[in-house]
């Protein structure tokens, strides 16, 4: 049987792991992983984080299954960070591991409530969503997003292509800090948008990857809140990876909003399935960490002022890798830095020399140029300028 099979294509963001460890250069960049580190390099662990995982130690009494829904506290705590305190009759929750389990088993709802489905994925989106869309049997398409000469998004492009949809179709869109492009629409475009899925019958496929990251977090959630408000059904992924530095936790939630309670709760029945087979169970470890922190008032203004901590690091990032550009070229060609927000943006440098960047420079970056400004310390901003317009020419 195995011998059927054929070798993989590399991940193009995960290849990258093995050759940075391998570099043996000790200036060398690793701007691939979306992960968030501090100024001498380390992804640190929270002191809410740390205070909640002693608590924990010191609490839990037993390690046994929390059912395929997972932590209902948790799920509830989630649910209030990303949709407010709103009406919540139409909203059910699953735990899952990560967001990107959370998109795989919302993938998996859409396919059983419509098989063959059509999803929408922006052009450019995150490397993994459409290889998820595809595992699920869903048909993919895709529609316009970013325009590499201006660093925004061709807003009038992706109205038009969105408006040739079929009723019924998923579009899928990023809450906020887009990835890779850290380009997100403004509160009018969002509120555009909202209009074509209302009016066009779209199914919204959100996934918010970084709540927190970009203006804060209730800022990062309006465009969930928003949408929420307006259509009569939607999925959203979600993931305490990144906004309480948790990655390998494995920490995400699945939420799916029906027209009614009613089918909100057999929404919900068919996502505990897909749940079941995907992964049975979803690990606790990191659910139980938020569930504790988002509790705890006390714990949860600790966690909050962190987070815009490194929200704000990652925001000063921006403008020195901005001012530095503006002082090597000249010009305001990478303003488009300032305007961006989370962890990404796209560099404008191709496959070839983003490979020039790995072997002439030491500085690992996607192949489309994505590069994780949560990534690169002060003292790295210079060096990365001066090779980046050294392979652009």
Known sequence: MLEALRKAEPDRILSLIALVRDDP????????????????????????VRAAERRLYEGETTKSYVGPAGDAAFNAA????????????????????????????LAGLLARARPGATVWLPDPTWVNHESIMADAGLAIRR????????????FDALLDALGGAAAGDAVLLHGCCHNPSGADPT???WRELADLLVRKGLFPFVDLAYQGFGDGLDEDAAAVRLLAGRVPEMAVATSCSKNFGIYRERTGAAFVLGATPAQADVALSQLVVCARIAYSMPP??????????????????????????????????????????????????YDFLLRHRGMFSLLGV???????????????????????LAGLRANQI????????????
């Open 284 to 333: 606790d470890h990191g659910a139980s960490i938020v569930r504790i922190v988002l509790e705890d008032p006390a714990l949860a203004a600790r966690w909050r002022d962190e987070l815009a901590a490194m929200r704000g690091a990652v925001v000063a990032t921006r403008r020195a890798l901005a001012a530095a550009f503006r002082t090597r070229t000249g010009t305001e060609r």
């Open 25 to 48: 250069r000790p200036g060398k960049m690793d701007l691939s992983i979306g992960v968030y580190r501090d100024e001498s390099g380390r992804t640190p662990i929270l002191a809410a």
């Open 78 to 105: 989630v649910q209030r960070l990303v949709f407010g305190d709103g009406d919540a009759s139409r909203i059910r929750a699953v735990q899952t591991p990560g967001g990107a389990g959370a998109l795989r088993i």
């Open 187 to 189: 509160a009018a475009e």
């Open 382 to 393: 210079e060096p990365l300028v001066s090779a980046l317009l050294a392979v652009r020419g």
């Open 350 to 372: 191709d496959e070839r020399q983003a490979d020039r960047l790995r072997r002439e420079h030491g500085i690992y970056v996607v192949a489309d140029g994505r590069a994780n």
């Open 143 to 154: 529609y316009p997003y970013f325009d590499p000469a201006t660093g925004g998004i061709r």
